[in-house]
């Protein structure tokens, strides 16, 4: 990754915007939503930088395949990280066919991820157990915003022509500003690949800067659509492109590509976002989406995170996964956790 | 442990790997084991036993027999008596044998690893992913070289019974890298695992056992040194393979001087790990972990040595140092576990005395502050840096978790400072240029160069050192080299000598004869012997046929410099040296008559013998230059998307020792030989016909050799040979001369351990048989594995 001069670390340093709240006492439930500030204001693009930038693929691939085996969580740190994964997923439906009704059942689960009975079996009842947010389309913002009202659970809203961002660029801009007067506190952008494709560093950074500006106060997620940027180093370049000119987020994914997130391409995001927090003391999040749906992979992902970029980003505010049938799978370890037996699917209520 | 509690702290927490099993076998077996000599297990007849400890908590594992030297010698007749049997079932059969052992190994990996652990004190993640893993590897690989050995090496027999010394910081893995290979090609074996890890040895002979292995192919002796030196020793061992320390490897050198086994040594390392301005960064600093922090650095071909481009050193230092503080150092059979214990006590003072002494130096030692065990030796992962290369902490080995580091400017300087090591076993490159981690690659002196990777291992890539990292190599086709040796030749009836009074005198002058005066030939001039003395050439009836220059110890060193200021050949293309070849050939032909002359003067043999020997000569000169670009290295079938080129390298400056027969041949096939694969060469000619080579200086004039690729100094070899042979600045020697001083050429090389040919009485079947001219091409070589992974 870049070569950095400078770095600001403060290791006691909290996440700004830091939510306490995500999991906590049942007495307390707020009612307000929390406030979502912008965490990074992006800094001017320097191409020096961006030119510096290498990653090696297969040094990244076996580190990625080495992590795996290099920690373990068993019995209870198990349950824990991952009730910590449930706490980090941005609960998703992006389909033609969503509907309110579809929307309102999401938002349902999303409030009430694990069953009661599960978490008194594992002892952890006394929590309020939520998801980081709920993805939709812009249409969907309406429905999710009722369904979720006083659980502070944000709502995400796809745009800029999501997935694949070649509709016209004003109406790209409308479309965010639209979604954020509806109430989305999330906007999960997509990127123009071409952009990366010729190396228009430029055009790539003025364009998400513009994506920014319209966010307002909304929290910026960039979707770099990894699977056709290809190499690593493109998705090294572009991870940092967007950083600079203001994502909150950086997001592998519409989950729409043939290749969705994968834990090598998150390492090569990760390592951007850990050398743009050394030279600007800003702190990126970042959300690998598509492809992960088993609780094993969510487990990964939280390691990788420890590991490189530190356990401060293992909160939503700076780690989601984006994801729809994953929450099934953990659902199931958890109640195997509780219960010693392997459980079944329908046993959990669908979101 | 609070659930809630967790969640905020995000702790991995307690992840033990369950040792129930081990426990159970041990308890099983008494905690107390004999040796496994001739399929069973045997105690001595007055047994004396030591202790093998868990080196992570200091508890007893269990007592082991100390290996007497009856023991040896019972365990060395069982191999004797297995081995003819075993070579002659034929390949196939000893395949499925290996095939057993390795589905063994499978069935019993995870058993294995926990014994591993508690054995060694290394985490179970790497004896679990790394060590067993590849034990199986070994022995599938050499499953199929068993298979493949009767119809792919018809002309190589095995050695017989190969001793076998193995070191405790890769126990069982040392184990199959020696093991398999040696039965694979009809060798019995006879084993000592070290002291200090013989538990997974001992439970591999259970394994032999269950797999119905021929009693005695595979013989287990324990105990430390001084077993290890019977084993050595003993006279019906014609194969030693040692992997430890470059002390113990000299040793082993002297002691089998006399007997002169084949010996294959795998010794230490400083290994230099290259980062470059254009790397990444971040990618290096993971290798960095594998590189010193696996086994807890101790490895022998560790990434010891840190060497970093200037430009970003503070950079990638800083780097290094944050990732030193989330290493995990602890108990080793935990599966979150980085680093575990270090073997012994002694081990962990040594490197606690090496980093005082790195302060000293003035380094700056970082340790991260990490929880370290109170039992057992830990001892946290350390950085040193601000050395410079007159460091002690920079030249010799630490065999510890502790990295020490040094800047370059250039990549040409990295290679330099890289290189100025006694050491050459492994290195590791990174950077994202290809053209220059390719040129790094060729430009270090090291059996084993991974580019952007390091620590990978495979059984079909060689692995081995050069210069005092030890010779042979282990894994791949070129490790079967080393398990197996060429046919003997049928001998060719010996023309009888002839009598005194059958030789005829030839002297004749004719008119027109200048005086000549056969110089010495030192970086492509006729010089005259530093001392200013000569010899007579003699021919057989005691005439003096002419004089030679009586070259001494400084006449040898001015030829060694010589040698050294001719290094491009070593860049030569490989259709240069081969045109410089057949040039040499074409220079011979015109003046055949006249060298044919010379040797009928000197050995007074018939001028038809003596015109053969001429002609056989240019024969040779033009198979070595048909050779010169065809002796092709391999490309190792390793894993997807790594290429592992096997190179084949010239050993670099090697003295050569002519034979007294085939005074004129002797040296041109040695010297073509080694010049074609780009050596350059300290000749020492024939004692009695030292008038062909000096002859010969001329060829070399006017054939477009380099000044300094061959240098020729003859005189007596009692006063020469030791010189070239004790010469540091020579890589090898190839010595034909009198077998009265093999044993003191194999003592004498100890000192830089070099790579020794002894020709011995071999040369009359070579220059009646012409295709087995392989074994000069093989000895003419290095070979240097480099890794190379691909992808973008």
């Known amino acids: 990754m870049a070569k950095l001069k400078k770095t600001h670390f403060s290791e006691t340093h909290t996440p700004a915007g830091f939510n306490p709240s995500t999991i906590d006492s049942r007495e307390s439930t707020p009612d307000k939503l929390v406030p979502i500030r912008a965490q990074n204001p992006g800094i001017e693009l320097d191409h020096g930088l961006i030119a510096e930038i290498q990653a090696n693929p297969t040094a990244i691939i076996h580190r990625t395949n080495t992590l795996k085996n290099r920690r373990s969580v068993k019995s209870h740190w198990q349950t824990a990280w991952l009730l910590k994964a449930v706490t980090l997923m941005d609960l998703t439906t992006l389909a033609g066919d969503d509907t309110s009704g579809r929307v309102t059942r999401l938002a349902a689960k999303a409030q009430n991820p694990v069953s009661m009975e599960i978490l008194q079996k594992l002892k952890v009842e006394k929590c309020t157990l939520k998801v980081g947010a709920v993805c939709v389309y812009h249409e969907m913002i309406a429905p999710a915003l009722d369904a979720l009202k006083g659980s502070s659970i944000p709502v995400a809203a796809v745009s800029t022509g999501f997935p694949a961002g070649l509709t016209p660029f004003d109406l790209r801009l409308a479309e965010i500003r639209e979604s954020v007067s509806c109430g989305a506190q999330e906007i999960d952008v997509v990127i123009s690949r071409r952009h990366v494709l010729t190396e228009n560093w430029e055009e790539l950074y003025d364009e998400i800067k513009l994506f920014k500006e319209a966010c307002n106060s909304a929290k910026l997620k960039v979707i770099l659509a990894t699977g056709e940027l290809v190499t690593m180093r493109n998705i090294g370049k572009a991870s940092m492109v967007a950083m600079m000119a203001g994502a909150d987020f950086i997001k592998t994914s519409t989950g729409k590509e043939p290749v969705n997130a994968t834990l090598p391409v998150s390492l090569v995001m990760i390592r951007a976002i850990r050398s743009y927090f050394e030279l600007t003391g800003n702190r990126v999040g970042f959300k690998p989406a598509g492809g992960i749906s088993k609780a094993k992979e969510s487990l990964q992902y939280l390691m990788l995170i420890k590991e490189e970029l530190g356990t401060q980003w293992l909160f939503p505010d700076l780690f989601r996964f984006g994801a729809s049938s994953l929450l099934n799978d953990i659902e199931r370890q958890l109640e195997h956790q509780a219960t010693g037996r392997y459980s079944a699917s329908y046993r959990h209520p669908q979101g | ?792």
């Open chain 2, 1 to 792: 442990m609070n659930v809630m509690n967790i969640f905020e702290s995000m702790d991995y927490g307690p992840s033990p790997e369950s040792r129930t099993e081990a426990d159970q076998w041990l308890e099983n077996k008494g905690k107390k084991f004999g040796h496994y000599i001739a399929g069973e297990y045997r105690q001595s007849t007055k047994p004396k036993y030591f202790t093998t400890y868990n080196p992570a908590t200091g508890e007893e594992l269990a007592q082991i027999a100390f290996g007497t030297k009856g023991d040896v010698d019972k365990a060395v007749n069982a191999a004797v008596k297995a081995q003819k049997k075993w070579y002659k079932i034929g390949g196939y059969q000893r395949a499925k044998y290996l095939y057993a052992i390795a589905r063994s190994i499978q069935k019993h990996a995870r058993f294995l690893a926990v014994l591993e652990t508690l054995d060694n004190g290394k985490p179970i993640r790497e004896t679990r992913d790394l060590d067993i893993p590849l034990v199986a590897r070994h022995f599938y690989f050499h499953a199929g070289m068993a298979q493949l050995g009767d119809t792919e090496l018809p002309d190589r027999i095995p050695h017989g019974v190969c001793g076998q010394i193995i070191p405790w910081n890769f126990p069982l893995l040392m184990l199959a890298w020696k093991v398999a290979p040696a039965i694979a090609l009809g060798n019995t074996v006879v084993l000592k695992p070290s002291e200090h890890t013989p538990l997974s040895a001992l439970f591999f002979a259970e394994i032999l056992s269950q797999v119905n292995l021929p009693a005695g192919v595979v013989n287990i002796v324990t105990g430390d040194g001084i077993t290890g030196e019977h084993i050595v020793k003993h006279t019906d061992i014609h194969k030693i393979a040692f992997t430890g320390s470059t002390s113990v490897g000299k040793r082993i050198r002297h002691l089998t001087a006399e007997d002169n086994k084949s010996l294959t040594l795998e010794l230490g390392g400083k290994s230099p790990f290259i980062v470059c301005s254009d790397a990444d960064l971040d990618s290096a600093v993971e290798g960095i972990v594998d590189a010193i922090w696996l086994n807890q650095g101790e490895v022998c071909c560790a990434g010891s040595r840190l060497l970093v481009q200037e430009s970003i050193a503070d950079t990638f230092l800083a780097k290094v140092r944050k990732r030193m503080n989330d290493l995990r150092v602890g108990s080793p059979l935990d599966k979150s576990t980085d680093i575990g214990s270090i073997i012994s006590r002694k081990q962990r003072n040594h490197i606690s005395e090496m980093v005082a002494l790195g302060k000293e130096e003035k380094g700056t030692v970082y340790q991260p502050q990490l929880p370290l065990p109170h039992n057992g030796f830990f001892y946290p992962p350390t950085l040193v840096t601000g050395l410079t290369p007159s460091s002690v902490l920079m030249r010799e080995e630490i065999f510890g978790p502790v990295l020490v580091s040094m800047t370059f400017r250039t990549h040409r300087e990295a290679i330099s400072l890289a290189n100025n090591s006694k050491y050459g076993l492994a290195a590791s490159v990174w950077s994202e240029n290809i053209n220059m981690a390719l040129e790094i690659a060729h430009e270090l002196q090291c059996g084993v160069v991974w580019i952007n990777s390091t620590n990978t291992f495979d059984a079909a890539a060689g692995f081995g050192g050069y210069k005092e990292s030890g010779f042979g190599r282990e894994g791949g086709w070129e490790g079967i080299d080393y398990y197996t040796k060429p046919k003997p030749p049928k001998l060719p009836v010996q023309a009888k000598a002839k009598s005194k009074s059958e030789l005829v005198y030839k002297k004749e002058i004719p008119e027109s004869q200048i005086d000549q005066t056969p110089k010495l030939y030192i970086g492509g001039r006729k010089v005259r012997p530093d001392g200013g003395y000569s010899l007579n050439v003699l021919n057989p009836l005691g005439e003096i046929v002419d004089t030679v220059g009586k070259g001494n110890r400084k006449d040898i060193r001015n030829a060694v410099e010589a040698a050294k200021s001719a290094s491009s050949w070593k860049h030569a293309s490989a259709y240069n040296r081969s045109q410089v070849l057949y040039f040499l050939a074409e220079n011979l032909a015109m003046r055949e008559k006249e060298f044919a002359r010379r040797i009928e003067l000197q050995t007074m043999c018939d001028s038809g013998v003596a015109l053969h020997e001429v002609r056989t000569s240019i024969e040779t000169l033009f198979y070595f230059a048909s050779w010169a670009d065809k002796f092709e290295g391999k490309i190792h079938q390793v894993a997807a998307k790594k290429t592992v080129m096997a190179l084949n390298e010239p050993l670099g400056i090697v003295g050569v020792v002519c034979p007294n027969q085939y005074s004129l041949w002797g040296f041109v096939v040695m010297m073509a030989s080694l010049v074609s694969m780009g050596n350059r060469c300290v000749v020492i000619p024939s004692e009695t016909g030292p008038l062909s080579s000096t002859d010969f200086s001329q060829i070399l004039d006017t054939s477009d050799v380099p000044a300094g690729v061959v240098n020729l100094i003859t005189g007596n070899h009692d006063d020469l040979v030791k010189t070239v042979v004790e010469h540091d600045d020579i890589d090898a020697i190839w010595f034909a001369g009198c077998s009265t001083q093999n044993a003191m050429v194999n003592k004498m090389s100890v000192g830089n351990l070099k790579r020794i040919w002894l020709l011995e009485n071999n040369l009359n079947c070579w220059y009646n048989q012409k295709s087995s001219y392989y074994e000069f091409l093989k000895h003419s070589v290095e070979i240097k594995n480099i890794w190379i992974p691909f992808g973008e």
